[in-house]
């Protein structure tokens, strides 16, 4: 092979300027220091006998292309969820169906907004279309500003990303803040709210997806498997989407994508809903212990919904970063603006206690 640079094939100027996806690290550690990856926001239970023994059925197939119309998870879906079939969509991973409702809604200089920081996945698939990345800070609480969001839509927006609980600070966004956003914004806008991680939702005030999607033309629900299902490994997620949108999404859709494993195995995980809700709730208790007892050290720390907590800790983000993976956590940190930190088994969860507490609280 000869060396890259000497290469002359061209490719787009856009990938020059796009971040590498930085996944999070695998779990590394000191001699003798159990490791744990708290890093990328997943579900530490590993699969259910039922989930498994689907999977292992769906593996028999494996010669054969999947179902390209996902057939049998929209019908399972559209009675769990109350949703025509027709207003389903999938891809490999909600990532996947997100880049597909953007290529589906931009040419080129069209604009997507979002705040910021959120999900890194959003200003990499709005330049891949072609289109232009708005983003709109933040609060001081690490929570969405949707006045200013929808200040910043003009007549060449076509997409609002909303991602409520924000990854990667916690808060959700409330019914009463949307609804009004939404009223503001013109109809013909796509407004995506998406919700990865509302398995882990408990605030009363947090924006139901579903409930403002049967009300808005405009509005498309992003859900995913891979955080409170555990399917991440298999890449499997979704739209609720109104009938056209929900069509285009199937058009810009990788063909044959969810593969017949992650059918089989999406549908196995809504027959055992009972049985993840178990595992949901516990991780959702262990989220309140880990905000209480970082609460008593004397933490200030934004508000979380989510399966992770994170550390606006500025300046202070690498050195923090540094001090958990030495006590063995895997930990994500975003540039100088903060750590985040997901919640996974109990002793990583502790560890990071102990951590926070000889760190010293900010
Ligand atoms: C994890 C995550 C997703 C989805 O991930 P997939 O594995 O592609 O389904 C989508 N949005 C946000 C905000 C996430 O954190």
């Not at 006045?147 to 076509?158: E, H, L, Y």
Request: hydrophobic share 45%; net charge negative; aromatic share 6%.
């Amino acid at each position: 092979m000869s060396e890259p640079t000497d290469n002359p094939v061209r490719l787009r100027h856009v990938l020059s300027q796009l971040p590498d996806y930085v996944p999070g690290k695998p779990a590394a550690a000191p001699a003798g220091v159990t490791a744990y990856k708290l890093s990328s926001n997943e579900n530490p239970y590993g699969p259910l006998p039922s989930v498994l023994s689907a999977i292992e059925q769906g593996a028999t197939t494996v010669n054969r292309y999947p179902d390209m119309a996902v057939t049998a998870l929209t019908e399972r879906l559209s009675t769990a969820l109350d949703v025509p079939p027709e207003c389903l969509a999938f891809g490999t991973g909600s990532v996947a169906v997100l880049a597909q409702i953007v290529a589906a809604a931009c040419d080129e200089g069209d604009e997507v907004v979002f705040a910021w920081r959120s999900f890194e996945a959003y200003p990499i698939v709005t330049q891949l279309a072609g289109a232009k990345p708005v983003m709109v800070g933040l609060d001081e609480q690490q929570r969405h500003r949707l006045d200013a969001m929808a200040a910043a839509v003009n007549d060449r927006t076509r997409v609002v990303l909303v991602c409520t609980p924000n990854n990667p600070t916690g808060p959700c966004v409330h019914t009463s803040e949307l609804t009004r956003f939404l009223d503001r914004v013109p109809d013909d806008v796509i407004v995506v709210v998406d919700e990865a991680y509302v398995e882990f939702v408990r605030d009363p005030d947090a924006v139901k997806g579903l409930e403002l999607w049967r009300e808005h033309p405009n509005v498309v629900v992003l859900r995913t498997f891979s955080k409170a299902y555990g399917l991440a490994g298999l890449r499997v997620g979704y739209a609720v989407a109104h009938p056209p949108v929900a069509a285009a999404l199937r058009k810009t859709a990788t063909p044959f994508g969810v593969s017949s494993i992650a059918q089989v195995a999406a549908i196995a995980s809504l027959d055992a809903f009972a049985e993840l809700n178990d595992r949901v709730e516990s991780l959702v208790a262990e989220r309140d212990r880990v905000t209480q007892a970082l609460d008593d050290q004397g933490w200030k720390l934004p508000a979380s919904d989510a399966n992770f907590v994170f550390f606006p800790l500025g300046t202070e983000s690498a050195d923090f970063a540094r001090a958990c993976e030495e006590a063995g956590i895997m930990v994500r940190r975003y540039g100088d603006d903060g750590v985040r930190v997901t919640i996974g088994e109990t002793e990583g969860n502790s560890r990071l206690l102990e951590v926070a507490e000889s760190f010293g609280a900010r």
